[in-house]
């Protein structure tokens, strides 16, 4: 079954950052990869995988969310 979840390339995400719009953004990345990382979204919410349960209530309501991982 095909996913509904729209997807939005990386070159769009930036675009919409660039113009100012609302947009939370979930790295959702595991610990390894985030840790090998030197990348990040400034304001970005980090939300392991294994943990989207207990950190759900940090992500605001009414705006759109984008998240992102390896």
Known sequence: ???TIPRMSAD?????LDRGET???VDSRSPSAWGRSDERIPGAIRIPPDA?????????RGRMVV???T
Do not use: D
């Open 1 to 3: 079954m095909p996913s």
């Open 52 to 60: 989207e349960e207990q950190h759900a209530g940090e992500i605001p």
């Open 12 to 16: 769009e995400l930036k675009r919409r």
């Open 67 to 69: 998240t992102y991982c």
């Open 23 to 25: 947009v939370v953004v």
